[in-house]
């Protein structure tokens, strides 16, 4: 009887040792899955500084998160925010499908990009949308999975958890448009902003994924509205073209210039032959 009841108690001191380690470290923890999972998926090693939850209150934040653009873009990031609020249903915290109750983010930093046919947030979306069709699919066993499963780039072994998003909202947020091959042309506007309601509730959660396929499909859609990358281009033609005839001009006056001055010295020459008569 004292065994079982040792046995116990160990068990027990050892589900609170690892209770509260998960407690105090919970930041850290949901930090890096969400770098992981985000890096994984975009195949981009996403930046994120920190991340404080409030059990008590259910809330919590994200600090300074970075989204990076794909490669053959050349500007900074795709996307920026200093800081996210979270509003949590603690009940769901440890359950298979997490609920949040409400996503703010104000005045996130977004670079719209278009180079060699096509924009930043379009080739993230196709990247996204490869991994996600790319994904083995999940099985009870391990021997029930496919063979050619074991080769696959994704693994996504620690995808298991789901998102709903009740609420979901994105304020003030500053958009430019960038030609790349020249710095010249720019164009800033403020995005309209973005409200997404139950996202992942008909499908009772979705994966972080899906998710990102989700806000950055939503993003592509109104920098589009918002971003006229035609008339970008034709801007930046007339300039070039601008510039070539500047260049044309000054090469132009350059010549005539330096033909006047070989005239010039061929007077001078022949004034010398009549001096030297002399």
């Known amino acids: 009887m004292k065994k079982i009841i040792f046995s116990l108690i160990i068990i027990s001191l050892i589900g609170l040792s690892a209770f509260f380690y998960l407690k105090s470290n919970m930041d ?22 920190a991340v404080k939850l409030d059990f008590k209150v259910g809330a919590g934040s994200l600090f300074n998160f970075e989204q990076p653009n794909p490669p ?9 925010f200093d800081q996210a609020e979270l509003d949590l249903d603690l009940k769901s915290i440890f359950d298979e499908v997490i609920i949040i109750e409400k996503v703010f983010i104000n005045g996130a930093e977004v670079v719209y990009e278009y180079s060699d046919g096509k924009t930043n947030f379009i080739e993230l979306k196709n990247i ?16 029930t999975a496919q063979p050619e499963q074991k080769d696959k780039k994704k693994t996504y072994a620690k995808q298991s958890k789901k998102i709903i ?7 003030n947020t500053k958009v430019e448009g960038a030609v790349p091959f020249s710095s010249s042309q720019t164009l800033s506007v403020t995005l309209p902003n973005i409200q997404l309601n139950n996202i992942g509730s008909k499908e009772g959660g979705v994966e972080t994924d899906q998710l990102m396929a989700i806000l950055i499909e939503t993003l592509e859609k109104d920098l589009k509205r918002s971003i006229n990358f035609n008339s970008l281009v034709r801007d930046l033609e007339k300039d070039i073209q601008k510039t070539i005839e500047k260049e044309t001009e000054k090469i132009i006056s350059d010549i005539q210039s330096d033909i006047e001055n070989l005239d010039q010295i061929k007077d001078l020459k022949k004034l010398k032959k009549l001096k030297d008569l002399f």
């Open 28 to 49: 850290e923890i949901v930090r890096k899955y969400i770098v992981e999972q985000v890096s994984e998926v975009t195949d981009t090693r996403v930046k994120l500084d």
């Open 72 to 80: 053959g873009f050349q500007t900074k990031y795709a996307f920026h």
């Open 128 to 143: 996204i949308n490869a991994n996600i069709n790319n994904k083995p699919v999940a099985t009870s066993s391990s021997k």
């Open 165 to 171: 998003i009740k609420s979901f909202e994105m304020i």
